[in-house]
T-cell receptor, first 117, second 115 residues
């Protein structure tokens, strides 16, 4: 099956710092990657859709200057949480769809737990 | 607008019992895809199945089976002879046809299987 990795798996940072999370598709090319946020005991909330070589599309209510997304290659997308604050603490999870086709399955990474002190 | 409803929030069963997780969806599209994902305590979402709107055949994979019924807009998931390792949160999701379209998730069902 398709494998998606995320790094780091867990990060603790001080308020005001920026944190970068990487999402990689290891054995397939992904023209599209998605970034989600999940609070405890809740469902996944889509933050943005990341397309290789173009600007990300953000969901309503998600600050694009706060959550910077870069999709520089067909196997890598990054999410940078800028000037992180305690309310940004959450579980961030990415997914990737294989290039081509119309009904691609999204394969998810293992997630990154962010704790902002 | 698309919507996925998982009315059950928490289910607790004893090992070896069968359990069915319900999923009801709403869409105006004629082409769409339905998914089930498992999220164990580790957090990673594990893909279980994808079904397209033109294929109503039920599917069985080991102890897992899925019942897709367009007439009732349901895509239910049954685990036969449940095991402790089945304990997880299960999400049903829907996406429309077309490249790069978004997944709409249900709220998830927390399944606890007791020994």
């Amino acid at each position: 099956g398709a494998v998606v990795s995320q790094h780091p798996s867990r990060v603790i940072c001080k308020s005001g710092t920026s944190v970068k999370i990487e999402c990689r598709s290891l054995d397939f090319q992904a023209t599209t990657m998605f970034w989600y946020r999940q609070f405890p005991k809740q469902s996944l909330m889509l933050m943005a859709t990341s397309n290789e070589g173009s600007k990300a599309t953000y969901e309503q209510g998600v600050e694009k200057d706060k959550f910077l997304i870069n999709h520089a290659s067909l196997t890598l997308s990054t999410l940078t949480v800028t000037s992180a604050h305690p309310e940004d603490s959450s579980f961030y999870i990415c997914s990737a769809s294989m290039a081509g086709g119309m009904g691609e399955t999204q394969y998810f990474g293992p997630g990154t737990r962010l704790l902002v002190l | 607008a698309q919507k996925v409803t998982q009315a059950q929030t928490e289910i607790s069963v004893v090992e070896k019992e069968d359990v069915t997780l319900d999923c009801v969806y709403e869409t105006r599209d004629t082409t769409y895809y339905l998914f089930w994902y498992k999220q164990p305590p580790s957090g990673e979402l594990v893909f279980l199945i994808r079904r397209n709107s033109f294929d109503e055949q039920n599917e069985i994979s080991g102890r897992y089976s899925w019942n897709f019924q367009k007439s009732t807009s349901s895509f239910n998931f049954t685990i036969t002879a449940s095991q402790v390792v089945d304990s997880a949160v299960y999400f049903c999701a829907l996406r429309r046809g077309g490249a790069n379209s978004k997944l709409t998730f249900g709220k998830g069902i927390t399944l606890s299987v007791r020994p």
